[in-house]
């Protein structure tokens, strides 16, 4: 992988096949071994192993934080190769890191685990930086004459995606991002499709709607017109999705949420499964996606993640499973709890029954590895941490009961181990204006909460009690 060929000196050819022996290693032991242990085992070593330890790292059984911008070589043969890709090399923090490179394994396995195929990782600095390092290579402007890039998006999505997309694509590169109401309705992807589209684009579940889509059929109509199907999928985690199982070409994640609950940082993520299918880009692109990504345009753009929040996020990530598990039970227990409660006029989770797309979401929402568990011995679908309310009455009234919230935290975070709410017309959705709220369905008396790894009962005795300040406040209704 190289921007242009270069001339390989018998110096560097030793380099080289020195390499071979290291990579045939790696390649052996991620077959043989790590890739036939269950999600669990590989979220909690990934492709750091007690052999790589020893050799490497002085035995020490966590990865350690590389804290160094570059790295040394012993003679120029060994950095002609190394800043040339032809050996496995880290060179500079901003290309590439030691730490950052369990942390892009653990992903890429995770994200691949089910995948009859082999899957790879560039690891962003955030969640929004795996959004445009995923959608950017495709957007190039060709001067053919036919005019400029289009891509076809969900417009259920985050607040943050839907400013990228309209004001730094479209406003500012003049980009279109055609944006699909109604995800579930595959003629909405199929008629805005023409030969300028490049792309299509899903959030699911969406933040914080929980739109849904059906992938498998969204990958299909993509890969029909020759275009790869891009999904953030970081609502779900591959806990409990992971799209590239089923079709998709390329998953964005914001590693920053319920993938690192511990909360102490932003980061992001970028999967790819090998030989995407794409209309436009060089072998080198659509062979290794991500690998791409990461060693041309993220060299020359710089959206790279720091090694310390690399290893905390690892860190966290290693009980995802769990974690999705018991944080899915305790939303549903609170979603039914809000669905009876007489000032709430709405509850949107895709694990109740009268959400309008819990039997589609059901088709893909499944906790992985649910079969091999005791506790289970079964498939088990689990939905997820994220839901939503409206509050009766009104924007005023809701103001009123998150005011009033005491245990959980007012704040524009979701995927936290502590539970958190926000209103996102007036946080995360509130830059997009009233129109696009309304695009998106996001109503001015939604609230969004997110269901941490408290105890439910504290959780839903806190909603009780800012609920009831409103039959205080508003006596008469
Ligand atoms: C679904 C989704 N995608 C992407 C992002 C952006 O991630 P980050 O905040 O890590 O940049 C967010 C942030 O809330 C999100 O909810």
Same mark, same amino acid.
């Given at each position: 992988m190289?921007?242009?060929?270069?001339?390989?000196?018998?110096?560097?050819q030793? &380099?080289?096949?020195q390499?071979?022996?290291?990579?045939?290693d790696?390649?052996q032991?991620? #077959?043989?071994?790590v890739?036939? $242990?269950?999600f669990?085992?590989?979220a909690?070593?990934?492709?750091?192993?007690?052999?790589d330890?020893l050799?490497?790292?002085q /035995?020490?059984?966590?990865e350690?934080i590389f804290m160094?911008?570059s790295?040394?070589?012993? @003679?120029s043969?060994?950095?002609?190769a190394?800043l040339?890709?032809?050996?496995?090399?880290?060179? &500079?923090?901003?290309?590439?890191n030691?730490?950052? &490179?369990y942390?892009e $394994?653990?992903?890429?396995l995770?994200?691949? &685990?089910g995948f009859?195929?082999t899957?790879s990782?560039?690891?962003?600095?955030?969640g929004m930086?795996?959004i445009?390092t995923?959608?950017?290579?495709?957007l190039?402007f060709r +001067?053919?004459?036919?005019?400029?890039p289009?891509?076809?998006a969900?417009?259920q999505?985050?607040g943050g995606?839907? *400013?990228q997309?309209?004001v730094r694509?479209?406003?500012?590169?003049?980009? #279109?991002?055609r944006w699909?109401?109604d995800?579930? @309705?595959l003629? *909405?992807w199929a008629?805005?499709i023409d030969?300028?589209?490049r792309l299509?684009?899903g959030?699911?579940?969406s933040?914080?709607?929980l739109?849904?889509f059906d992938?498998q059929a969204?990958?299909?109509?993509?890969?029909?017109h020759?275009l790869p199907l891009?999904?953030?999928?970081t609502?779900a985690t591959p806990?409990?999705l992971?799209p590239?199982?089923? /079709?998709a070409d390329?998953?964005?994640q914001?590693?920053t949420?319920s993938l690192s609950?511990?909360g102490?940082?932003?980061?992001?993520?970028?999967?790819?499964?090998k030989n995407?299918?794409?209309?436009?880009g060089?072998d080198?692109l659509?062979?290794d996606?991500?690998?791409?990504?990461?060693?041309?345009?993220?060299?020359d753009?710089?959206?790279?993640l720091?090694?310390?929040q690399?290893?905390?996020?690892l860190?966290?990530?290693r009980?995802i499973?769990?974690?999705?598990?018991?944080?899915?039970?305790?939303?549903?227990?609170?979603?039914?709890?809000l669905?009876d409660?007489p /000032?709430?006029e709405?509850?949107?989770?895709?694990g109740r029954?009268?959400h309008q797309?819990?039997?589609l979401?059901?088709?893909?929402? $499944?906790?992985? @590895?649910?079969?091999h +568990?005791?506790q289970?011995?079964?498939?088990?679908n689990?939905?997820?941490?994220?839901?939503?309310f409206?509050?009766k009455?009104?924007?005023?009234?809701?103001?009123?009961?998150?005011?009033?919230?005491?245990?959980? $935290?007012?704040?524009? +975070?979701?995927g936290?181990?502590k539970s958190?709410?926000t209103i996102p017309?007036?946080?995360?959705?509130?830059?997009?204006?009233?129109?696009?709220?309304?695009?998106?369905?996001?109503p001015?008396?939604m609230?969004?909460l997110c269901? /941490?790894?408290?105890h439910p009962d504290?959780?839903?005795a806190d909603? @009780?009690?800012a609920l009831?300040?409103?039959?205080?406040i508003y006596?008469?209704?």
């Open positions: 190289a921007d242009n060929e270069i001339h390989i000196t018998p110096g560097m030793r &380099y080289i096949d390499s071979k022996k290291d990579l045939a790696r390649t032991y991620l #077959e043989q071994v890739k036939k $242990w269950k669990d085992t590989i909690v070593h990934g492709l750091y192993s007690v052999h330890a050799k490497n790292h /035995g020490a059984i966590i350690p160094s911008a790295q040394a070589y012993a @003679d043969d060994e950095m002609a190394a040339a890709y032809k050996i496995p090399t880290w060179c &500079y923090s901003r290309i590439a030691p730490s950052t &490179y942390y $394994w653990t992903l890429a995770l994200e691949g &685990y009859d195929g899957t990782c560039c690891s962003t600095s955030s930086a795996a445009s995923a959608v950017l290579p495709f190039q +001067d053919n004459g036919s005019g400029p289009n891509f076809v969900t417009a999505c985050y995606t839907f *400013q997309f309209t694509l479209m406003q500012e590169r003049n980009i #279109e991002c699909v109401a995800a579930t @309705d003629s *909405q008629e805005k030969k300028n589209t299509l684009y959030e699911l579940p933040n914080p709607q739109g849904f992938v969204v990958a299909d109509l993509a890969h029909s020759n891009i999904c953030d999928s609502v806990a409990l992971r590239i199982c089923h /079709g390329i998953v964005v914001s590693v949420k609950s511990g102490f940082g932003i980061c992001g993520a970028v999967i790819s499964r995407i299918v794409s209309n436009i060089d080198g659509l062979e996606f991500a690998l791409n990504v990461k060693f041309l345009q993220n060299r753009l710089g959206p790279n720091h090694p310390v690399a290893v905390m996020a860190n966290d990530m009980t499973r769990s974690k999705m598990d018991m944080m899915s039970r305790s939303t549903e227990k609170v979603a039914d709890f669905a409660h /000032g709430v709405s509850v949107q989770y895709l029954t009268d797309h819990h039997e979401a059901a088709r893909y929402l $499944w906790l992985v @590895d649910a079969e +568990d005791d289970y011995n079964r498939a088990v689990r939905y997820g941490h994220l839901m939503s409206c509050v009455g009104g924007a005023e009234k809701t103001r009123t009961v998150f005011d009033n919230l005491q245990r959980i $935290w007012r704040a524009t +975070d979701l936290r181990i958190v709410a017309a007036i946080s995360t959705h509130q830059q997009q204006g009233e129109e696009g709220r309304e695009l998106a369905k996001i001015n008396n609230i969004r269901v /941490g790894a408290e504290d959780i839903i909603l @009780d009690q009831a300040a409103l039959t205080k006596p008469v209704a």
